[in-house]
């Protein structure tokens, strides 16, 4: 008798299985495994819990029974201890795109009954390094401010070229400066790489993240407030109720003058108002991805601020990214049927846990 083929399935909405699913990757997990889908519309699951539904979860326990993968992803319901126990051939499940909150994962009955769970959310970690570059790229040259005089059909330069100085102008090459990184998981450790070319010292504050990628990065672990006295601070720890408004006024006031402070993680992590008063002192640019609240209000005083650039939490949001995550999940799916560690694995100890669904 034939050993009985892997199954795989994914529960997500018809967005994640229309943009997410590169018909190549899916081509390689069923050379080895069957695949299949089920629609679910749920909201929530990235921001925060996913309500509770019982006949959603009734569905999805139903789906999942005969699975050896399960993958979730936005419009999943929540993978509860009871569709766990009526899922006993799962072995394995993956969330797509969580940004590693357990908010659709029950991990710890998952751990229980030695169900491994991983998350590719470190996907969009790629194209938000990018565009940290990019932007203290733009900031360093004070682009921003040149840009609204262009647009505002003024002269971009007010002094002739032997007289041009300040920001734009001084210390404003990237080769050679010093970098702080508040947060030093996968999206910093990418970003570290992007800037080997240009020869910086790179400082990271994290207190959780391993002390032996200190060698093989270049980088010295020291304390949040010597991170924000680089020349170039980038913030790229995730929103936890231990990251909210972490840096307000009193990590703000060190910034020095002529520095360039970029945000690609949450815009909770900083004190906005704080932010605000800080950069009404004209001598540090910020380049922000993100913003509290968002959208951004049309009458934020911060949008008329000419030493800040402003994009709108576009960092992570490429094609590219959105088939990496399903990629990466295939990646590790081909591992786990080997035999092989996950590279992603969500436990309950360094999962950012979410609270238990609603009613």
């Not at 034939?2 to 909405?13: D, P, T």
């Not at 190549?24 to 309500?51: K, N």
């Not at 093989?216 to 991170?227: I, Q």
Request: proline share 8%; net charge negative; aromatic share 8%.
């Amino acid at each position: 008798m034939s050993a009985r083929r892997k199954r795989v399935g994914l529960a997500a909405n018809e967005y994640v299985h229309t943009h997410y699913v590169d018909p190549a990757d899916l081509e390689r997990l069923e050379a080895v495994a069957d695949f299949s889908y089920r629609a679910f519309a749920l909201p929530g699951g990235l921001h925060g819990a996913v309500p509770h539904d019982a006949a959603a979860e009734a569905s999805i326990a139903e789906f999942a029974a005969d699975l050896d993968v399960l993958i979730v992803c936005h419009g999943s319901p929540f993978v509860s201890a009871e569709v766990l126990a009526a899922a006993g051939r799962l072995t394995l499940i993956g969330e797509l795109d969580g940004d590693r909150f357990a908010y659709r994962i029950d991990i710890a009955e998952a751990q229980r009954r030695g169900v491994r769970v991983v998350d590719t959310t470190h996907a969009s970690s790629y194209p938000t390094a990018e565009w940290a570059l990019g932007l203290a790229l733009v900031g360093l040259r004070n682009a921003g401010a040149l840009f609204r005089r262009i647009i505002a059909h003024e002269p971009p330069f007010e002094e002739p070229v032997e007289r041009r100085s300040g920001p734009g102008y001084d210390r404003a090459e990237l080769s050679e400066k010093l970098v702080g990184m508040v947060g030093f998981g996968h999206l910093a450790r990418r970003l570290t790489e992007l800037l080997g070319p240009f020869d910086v010292a790179v400082r990271a504050y994290d207190p959780f993240a391993p002390r032996a990628l200190a060698e093989p990065y270049g980088v010295v672990f020291t304390e949040l407030d010597d991170v924000l006295e680089c020349d170039i601070v980038f913030v790229l720890a995730p929103l936890t109720p231990a990251t909210e408004r972490m840096i307000g006024a009193a990590q703000l006031a060190l910034l020095r003058p002529g520095s360039v402070f970029v945000n690609v993680s949450r815009g909770k992590v900083v004190d906005s108002a704080a932010l605000l008063t800080r950069l009404q002192r004209g001598d540090v640019t910020a380049c922000l991805d993100v913003f509290d609240p968002e959208p951004l209000p049309p009458d934020s005083p911060i949008a008329d601020l000419p030493n800040v650039f402003l994009s709108p939490h576009i960092a992570g949001v490429t094609e590219e990214s959105r088939r990496r995550f399903f990629r990466l999940m295939v990646d590790e799916c081909l591992r786990h049927f080997e035999g092989l560690e996950p590279l992603a694995e969500l436990t309950p100890e360094n999962a950012r846990l979410a609270p238990a669904p609603s009613s």
